[in-house]
């Protein structure tokens, strides 16, 4: 009997399909940990952001360009993330 807690397109998948999509959940999971990441040294960049943006001359703000680089990164790999982590219903722990 079919896993009916599986979508109806995943219920009949032969191995190396199944491998497939563990593989693309998992770099999804690795793409999640990335965007955390991200966010975690963006929110530090901000402590010097402003500061930054006031003392440093003309269009010279280093701090606030990586802060902005970073908080990009952060939306790619999260939504990178969720796209191809969908239908996953388990916790991936490496």
């Known amino acids: 009997m079919a896993n009916m807690l599986l979508s109806p397109a995943e219920r009949n998948l032969t191995p190396d399909e199944v491998e497939l999509l563990d593989k693309r959940r998992r770099r999804g999971q690795l793409f999640l940990i990335l965007c955390l990441q ?11 952001t402003g500061q930054d943006l006031t003392y ?22 999260g ?11 388990e916790f991936i722990s490496y």
């Open 79 to 89: 939504l990178r993330g969720l796209v191809l982590r969908r239908g996953s219903t």
């Open 56 to 77: 440093s001359p003309g269009w010279m703000h280093p701090v606030a360009y990586w802060n902005a680089i970073t908080l990009l990164l952060a939306a790619f790999f």
């Open 38 to 48: 991200c966010v975690v040294v963006s929110t530090l960049l901000s402590l010097w």
